[in-house]
Every structure is written in C-alpha cells, then in structure tokens.
C-alpha cells in the first residue's frame, strides 16, 4: 500500500508537471500572506467540482507559494487523515447505490473528530478555479462556447476548456473558515454537515457570479419550480388517473416534458453566437438598418417586455435576439417550434435562449400544463419573451393569420398575476432577399413542406456566398396589456383565470388582431419592395427606364404625402438609385433599345419579387384600390369611390390587417385622392366635381393602370372565393370543399388566362381568406360543417366588379360556374 501510495504521488507530480507546459494562471490574492493561515492549525483545501485538472492546480499553486501543501495528510489526533482537500460536489451518479453520503468522506471525518476533541481545529480554505473567467471578454467562438458557466462540465468539455483556456486560469484562495468557530453553536454531526455545506455552496456561488454574472439556467433552477405549480400538480394526479400509473410515474413525465421545453441559457454561447452572427451579417448583408429601438430602451426599466416580430426567414430569431444584446439588453427567450430542437442545433439554440413548444397541445395534458406554468414563471419573474404570432414563416410575405396559442398563454398568465406591467413590443423584419426563397416557391408551387434537418441547414451555408442586401428591423408601437384588457373588460382582474372563458377567447383574437396591424404599421419600405411593386404591374415585367423612375416616384411620392402609419418607415433613395440598387443584387437586368433603356425582371426572379411586394401590399392597398375603381370607370363622383373603398376594404381590412376603421376610412381616401390628383393620375371636373383618370392616350393613365395593378391578384381571389359562395349559396359548401374549389380554380386560372402571380393559386391563403370571413362572422358554420351567408357578403362581392376588367370577371365567372373536381 505504501509503494502505491508513493506510486500515486509520483504520477500526480509528473502529471502537474506536464499540464502546466500548457497552463498559465492568475492567483489572487496577490500576496497570499493576507489569507492570515494560523500555522498551528492544519489547513484543508475545498475546490467545489471533482475534476483532476483542478486538484492539480490547486497542488502546484500551493506549491510554489510555499503554503501547506493539499496532499499533504492531515493530523486528527491519533488518525492520520490521507490528504488536506475534498471536492465539495460529489458525483451522485459515481456514488449512487451505495448508500453513500452526499458529503464528502473527509469533511464528515474532520467534523467527527471536532466534536470529539474541542482542542481540534481545521482551517477550511475554499479555492476558486475558474478556465477562461467571463464569457463576454472572448473574442473567439470557440473559447466563448467553452469558458466558465454555470454548468457543470463533464470530463470532454473540461479537456476542451483546458486546451482552449489553459492561458487564462484564475486562481482565488479564499479566507479560512474556522471549523472550531464554526461548531460552537452546539451543532450535531449532521446538522454541521449541512450548515457547512450551505454556507460553502453560497460562497462558490458568490465567486463565481462574481466573476462570470448571475446564473439564468433555467433547466437548473426552474424546472423544479415548474413541477410545484398547482396547475401542474393536479395535471399529474389526472394523468396518473387517467393512464392508471403511479403518481411517480406521472411526475416523471412531467420532468421529461419540463426538460424537453426549457431553456438552458449559457453566457458562453450567447456570446459565441454574437461573435458568429458579426461575422455572418458582415458575409451576408450589408447592414442593419435599425429605426425606433429607443422605444424599447424607454420601457424597459420596470415593464415585462414580449417581442412579437412578424415571421419572414430563420434569420429572424437570431437577427432580434443579435440587435437586443448588441443594444445592451438583455436578449429575449424565444419560444421555437420543437421542429427546431435538432442534434447539436438544438442545443445551441437552447442555450441561446430558445425553449420549444409543440406544433399542437391537444391531446397532452399534462404537456399543456407544464408549458403554461414553464411561461407563467417566466413571465412573473421578468425574463422578455418573444414569438411569433403567426405560428409558422410567410411563405406569401404577407402578415399571416395570427395563432391565438401561445398569445392566449400569455394573457392568461398575466391576468393571473400583474404585479409588474406587460408591454407587447411588436417588430417589422424586412429583407431584401431571403435564404429559404427558393424553397418558399417550392411550396407555393405545390411541393410539400421541407422538414428542417441537420443536413438541410448545413447545404443552407452555401448560400453564404451570395449577396443579400441589408436587412431593416423596425420596432413598432408598443402594447400595454393592462390598457388594452382596460378598455375591453374593465373587471378583468376579479376574473378566474379560465382559457375556456368566451371573454379571454376573445380578446386574445383581439389583441392579436392589434398587434398584426401594429407589426405592419412599422413596416420599411426598401428598394427591393419598390421594384417588386412597380415591375410585377407590367405585363411582362419589362418597362422603359423613364416610365419605371416616374412609377417609382409615384410611389414614394404616396408614402411622403399620404403616409400609412406614424411608425412605417419610407425608402430614402430615388428612383434612379432604386434601379440600380436592384441590378447590383441582380434581381433586374438593363436592355439597350433604340427607343431608350429597358429594365426588366431577371429570368426566375419574378416569382422571388412577389414574396417582397407582398411585404408592403398593405402600405398601397389603399391607392391602388382607388387607381383600380378609376381605371375601370370612366367617372365617378367622390361620394361613389369612398362607398366602394368601403366595400371593398371590409374584406380587405382582414386579410391586410389595414389600419383603418371604418370611421376612418373617408379621411383616408380623400388623402390618397388628393396626392393623386396632385401627381396627374387623377382629375376633377370643375362642374360636377366628379373624379375621372386623365386621358386614355396619357402617359399618367398608364400609369394609374400599373398602380392599380398592384392590388389586382388579391381582388381577383377575393372575387372568386365570393363568386363559388354565390353559385353553390348559403349551406351547400363545407369550408374544407371551398378552399379545395378556390384552390383548384386559382390553379387553373394561372395556367389558363394568365393570372401569373405566384401566390395567386396558394391554398393556405385561400384557407386564411375564408377564415378570416369567419372570425368576422361573414361565413357562418352550422353543426353539419356547411357554410351560411347573409346579402353582406354578396356587397363586396358587387363592389369587386368595378375593379376588376370584365375579361378578369367573365374567367372568373366561367369557371366558378364550371364543374370542379378534385385531383
């Protein structure tokens, strides 16, 4: 035994000697006499993690500073205790099964023999070792993901934190603590035992904040107060109920559910992703536009903030979670679809911030339960949140259907406790090209939904050497909860927390609603929006240099005079400028004529083009509207174009989110008609007063027509959903046979007559279309799933012949009035 005992000595010297040809440390403090050791008293080291490359730092520092050495034994009387430190931290699964203590073997001996001999005395000195200190002083990715966290790492990642950071270890010897000093409060053995352990662990844990910031894991420190909310303690004696199982077993589940949502924040990686995504903006864009972020500064102090940006890329989380942190906040934790938790990935992002949440709850639950008490914890302690209200990306670009789910968990929670105020932050992305655009095309095209993959996402990074323009971040006009609830059920504090409840159902559809409109008033308007708008009107997408810089300035000229919203953002360049910002990122292409330049579409860029006028469809539905109604007809007076806006925006309103009520609608429009009578797209007789286009031979007339002509795919499938209603009537179309009839027809139509837009045939917005008709209680659905209408809905279906041509109204009438087959 002796010959192995010196054998182990001799292997930890040689060991010692060969980490340190890599290891450099800082050993505080500085001059170690100021620890004040009583040399009459033996010394004992506690590091707080089992690892040896700590145990043989701690060796080799108390070597050179001559201090008592930590394997050397340590004197208890008559016993000779074998070395002078212990591992504050045992591993449970090392020991597990053996009816081991927790404590260490060592700390509970020195214990015994204090209590036994009030002569003896230990003094306990706790060691600081920390591999790379703070994570935000990195300036490698590598060393970022692997410097010190709150986590305890396993044998791997230590070995990479040593190779990684062995130039930068902290050493910290702390002052003794007296264990004579400590047990003259009459404490038994194990009471001693546990008050030492906790008053070491407070301290480790203070060093260590110190040095790397608080600890916000949450799979650590919040998990278990998940499992201890009433709501999810009552979903497990109902689980266990209904599945005959024990209650054990119901709890364990509701653990595995609790791991499989929560995040696992990690200052390492956040810092790792911001030093990758520098480096990934600056090889794929080429700038952040920022605009408003002071709003968030200014409510920031003492608000819960929740991000609810719209839902275009991927991009999209890290680009918000980016611009928070480099503005000083502290990044939101994203709710992500667990489609998202891939190998590898998957941690990243959890440990970035992300939790995940299932597609759909029905059916689970106990699932349900855990993650309603997972945000409401959350939510209460002041963490800022953000999803995406849509649900899924925009395939189309335009604002989806909001999803009243998570949003409704938030209400909820809010209404159950609302000691601090909750602010919803609504937020515009808007790119100039998008990496998923192709596969988007895909999809609209009828190819099934591509499933992420680890694979996917690596063949994604050959797009990194293409060109995408700059993205535009736009934080919009914040929503107080308690306002809005206010306004809208004045007694809603005194209310149970009941998501069943008719009132929350609603005003969560309503809040939702508010905040799709709020996300589209930030909306930017960039170049790429503005060429998308102006050439998609042409009929073959081509236009002569001169007539596009006039329709560009139209255009401009409109968000300048009119503008759409307080918080929309205009293009700062003109039209000269947009066109050749546009051939740079090769979306146009210029073609010498002898009559003067053309500019046209780039072959396959037509459908991409669509994606980005639909961004801002919204900001011109308006204009467009009334450049539609006065292409169409000859004259007409004022009173006329406000009646027909007014029909034709009830529909509008709903699948555009436009801002206007109804109320509001007359003062708009008489906006818009006067920018364009100020343009010469309009005119207006001195006699009648009435509103006519200027002459059939102008050039202005033209372009009345091109304007008009950006709202002419969403009236057209508007006019076919209501023209189906019209020809089957009230009770004869389930909404699952009108969707499949508008989709098939729309399919036809573009193959048949032209209608080339490419979202034209898209079922899912027909499917958000009829929805939205709905929820405004314009379709009615009976017991038997067969759709109702009233003469409501057949007004708009009016109005909407005065915008379209008859060419456009007799397709769509001939095959409405075909018969439709599936296949």
Known sequence: MADAGKLSGWLLRFARRVLYVWVRTAVFPARLEELALDPAKPVCYVLQDRHLSSLLVLGEETRRAALPRAEAPIIAGRERLPRSFFFLNRDRRRHAGKGASSHSPLLIRLIAHALDDAQFDVQLVPVVILWGRSPDKQESILKALFSETWRRPGPWRQLLAILLHGRNVLVRFNAPISLRGFLAEGLDQEAALRKLSRVLRVHFRRQRQMAIGPDLSHRHTQVNAVLAGERVRAAMADEAALHGIPLAEAQSRARGFALEIASDYSYGVVRALELFLTWLWTRLYDGIELHNFATVTHIAPGHEIVYVPCHRSHIDYLLLSYIIHRQGLTPPHIAAGANLNLPIVGSLLRRGGAFFLRRSLKGEALYAAVFHEYLHLMLARGFSIEYFIEGGRSRSGRMLTPKAGILGMTVLSFIRQHARPLVFVPVYVGYEKIIEGKAYLGELAGQPKQRESLLGLLRSVRELKRVFGKVHVNFGQPLALADFLDARRADWRTQAVDEQAAWARSITRSAAAELARRINDAAVLNPVNLIALALLATPRHTADEHGLLRLLEHYRGLVSAAPYAPTTISCPLNGAQIVDYAERLALVERLSDPFGPLIRVREGQAPLLAYFRNNVLHLFALPAVIACLLSHNRRLDTQRVIQAVAGICTLMRAELFLRWTDDELPAAS??????????????????????????????????????????????????????????????????????????????????????????????????????????????????????????????????SELVLSADARQAIRRMAGADVTGG
């Open 670 to 799: 008489e906006a818009i008609v006067g920018v364009l009578l100020a343009r010469g797209l309009l005119r207006r007789s001195q006699v009648s007063g009435r509103l006519a286009a200027a002459d059939p031979i102008s050039q202005e007339s033209a372009e009345l027509r091109l304007l008009g002509e950006t709202i002419r795919p969403l009236l057209e499938r508007h006019f076919l959903t209501l023209a189906l209603l019209e020809r089957h009537g009230p009770g004869k179309l389930s909404r699952q046979a009108l969707e499949d009839q508008c989709h098939l027809l729309a399919r036809r139509l573009s193959l048949l007559d032209q209608f080339n837009a490419a979202d034209f045939p898209e079922k899912a917005t027909f499917s958000a279309f009829i929805t939205n008709l709905v929820e405004a209680e314009f379709l009615r659905e009976d017991e038997g799933g067969m759709l109702h209408f009233d003469e409501r809905l057949l007004t708009p279906l009016a109005h």
